[in-house]
RNA sequence: UGCCCGAUAGUAUAAUGGUAGUACAUCAGAUUUUGGUUCUGACUGUCUAGGUUCGAAUCCUGGUCGGGCAACCA
């Protein structure tokens, strides 16, 4: 038998490569969110590569919050960002905060003064940034740049102990105005801001800048491999500068591209404007690309995972189909989804030659993909029946296999019926269609040889339970709202979220329960909604479609 | 007009100097008490021009195109 060789991503080689050199005898990773919005899809790619490169290597992950910002993360975030790890199915090995490194941050940035590798600025802002060139001209020296180190050593402990204003000074490196890499002309280490910190209080009035934490942090805790995603890889320059000037433990950056989706947009910075512009409801709306969003909607994490498994890591941009999202969905859950019935649009169906006062019980399969296995629930059958309005056609189309004068269908589990006709109101809108049943026929007992082509599902009208379903479709209408023009949010599909007020579901589903999976035969994968209705009804969220055949027939037309 | 990075079917991703393969999507067919699932088949690709080599997607040079970099954000 021939083995399969799976090949090795960019990082496998060099972590491969690492270990079989002895540069390292395991390897370390950490996933270092900022606690300053919810988790997305995109985090997620970033969460299996480090977690699963260490597994895969028997190494540890740290989880470690990058909070160095004040002024824009919250615990509330903090919150989520474990629990939607813990949901995705990952343990890190330690709870870490940047925040924990406050004061060795501070240490080191006394270091460097010492070294004179920094210094105090009293520029503004706008100076620095004036003075900072461009990046076809070198920048110009701050004033300030020669003081001396004494100078400099007790101006920035009495930045510490809060004796300026915020803007009113900083602390930079001393490197080189001239770099053709901006990061590099004496970059901020440190700055004022007088802010309350989720963690630390108000102990601290002086912040360091991500380049002057994340390395350094990534150093503490001995991180081998530091991943990261591609636009900071002009940073890593100065990520290595810090390290080598302040001579501790060498992690090393590498930097992939991130995931880009179709029909959605993946920046925190645009997902949070969703959010607090009310274009969705909350983080967790279905409709979100976050992972709360999709665990509400019904997505398993194991089809994320799949996800990112199967999307690889390179470093090109990429945009990714979403139709490969719901691909691993639909593949995960066709596996494990319980059969129901339901009805989302409802027209009456009459078995005229059927008993008015009769009801049979039927066994309905509850999932046929795991045969033998799954076991059967009941389901009630009576004269008068709720059927999907479109599964009637006045007039049979070319290629139609449901209900229409004159044709047979089979009801799911029960009898093969034909149509005889429907009563219609005034207006000549359908209001009821008819039909007749074929004695011999039931599910199980069938030995008529008839054959039909078409099966349709149904719910006993005095037996149904009614429901909310809500239908949603992609967020937006482009494929890539993010490059094109004007606002993003000109883009938004008005139609991602529809509403069924009407619904039936099958008397089984009373119990359900939001983690439940289950797939309303031919209509799609569905889950009850976390959150109860207004009116006490069944809110039951469509996960994702069922591949519809029909659908793309009908569209040839 | 500076620096850094990248370019393989529609979208992703392999091939590590030696037959361009896989998945999703698309199309066609078989099976089916879900127009689902499953199965079979088809389609479509190495950005470009040179060079090195017996041989180049792969190495070298030029070009083209795309992305990133001038926050007291991360």
């Not at 989880?63 to 343990?91: C, M, Q």
């Not at 002009?234 to 930097?255: A, G, K, T």
Request: aromatic share 10%; net charge negative.
């Amino acid at each position: 038998m021939m083995i399969e060789e799976k090949s090795l991503n960019f990082l496998e080689e060099i972590i491969e490569e690492d270990l079989k050199s002895g540069k390292y005898t395991s390897i370390h990773t950490r996933f270092p969110p900022e606690p300053n919005g919810y988790l997305h899809i995109g985090h997620a790619k970033s969460i299996c590569l480090n977690f699963g490169l260490a597994d895969k290597y028997g190494g540890k992950t740290n989880l470690r919050f990058d909070d160095t910002n004040p002024v824009t993360e919250e615990t509330e975030y903090v919150d989520s960002i474990k629990a939607d790890l813990h949901w995705l199915g990952f343990d890190w090995e330690e709870e870490r905060y940047a925040s924990d490194y406050f004061s060795q941050l501070y240490d080191f940035a006394v270091r460097l003064i010492k070294k004179g590798l920094a210094y105090v600025d009293d520029s503004s802002a706008d100076e620095i940034a004036a003075n900072k060139g461009t990046p076809t001209e070198a920048g110009t020296e701050s004033p300030c740049r020669n003081r001396s180190v004494e100078e400099n050593l007790s101006l920035f402990a009495e930045m510490r102990a809060g004796k300026f204003q915020d803007g009113e000074k900083v602390l930079r490196a001393k490197i080189d105005l001239t770099s053709p890499n901006m990061h590099m002309r004496d970059p901020i280490m440190y700055r004022i801001r007088h802010a309350h910190h989720h963690r630390t209080g108000d102990e601290w009035c002086i912040y360091p800048m991500y380049d002057f934490a994340h390395g350094q942090s990534d150093s503490i805790e001995t991180i081998t491999h530091s991943i990261c995603t591609l636009e900071f890889e002009v940073h890593r320059p100065l990520y290595n500068w810090y390290i080598e000037q302040l001579d501790i433990f060498p992690s090393h950056q590498y930097e992939f591209a991130r995931l880009n989706m179709t029909y959605t947009v993946m920046s925190k910075r645009k997902l949070l404007q969703l959010v607090n512009e009310n274009f969705v409801d909350g983080w967790d709306d279905p409709r979100m690309p976050t992972l709360s969003g999709m665990r509400r909607r019904g997505y398993r994490p194991v089809a994320i995972r799949n996800f990112c498994d199967r999307i690889g890591v390179q470093r090109r941009e990429n945009i990714i189909d979403v139709g490969l999202l719901e691909f691993c969905v639909r593949e995960d859950l066709n596996q494990i989804a319980l059969r129901r019935m339901a009805v989302l649009d409802p027209i009456k169906l009459v078995v005229t030659n059927y008993p008015e006062d009769k009801i049979e019980i039927v066994a309905g399969e509850n999932n046929p993909e795991a045969p033998g296995q799954g076991g059967f629930r009941e389901i009630p059958f009576s004269r008068e029946l709720w059927i999907e309005a479109e599964d009637y056609m006045e007039v049979a189309a070319k290629k139609w296999f449901r209900l229409a004068p004159g044709n047979k269908v089979r009801l799911k589990n029960a009898y093969i019926v034909e149509c005889t006709g429907s009563k219609k109101d005034a207006s000549g809108k359908v209001t009821e269609v008819h039909c007749t049943y074929i004695e011999g026929t039931r599910s199980g007992q069938d030995n008529s040889g008839l054959s039909v082509k078409g099966t349709i599902h149904w719910i006993s009208v005095a037996h149904a339970i009614p429901a909310e379903v809500r239908l949603y479709d992609r967020l937006f209408q482009v494929e890539n709202p993010s490059i094109e023009e004007g606002d993003f949010k000109e883009y938004i599909n008005p139609d991602s979220l529809q509403i069924l007020h009407n619904a039936w579901v099958e008397p089984s589903l009373q119990t359900a329960l939001p983690e439940d999976h289950y797939q309303f035969i031919r209509k799609g994968y569905f889950s009850l909604d976390a959150y109860k209705s207004a009116d006490g009804k069944l809110v039951f969220n469509r996960t994702v479609t069922l591949k519809d055949a029909w659908a793309k027939e009908a569209k040839k037309k």
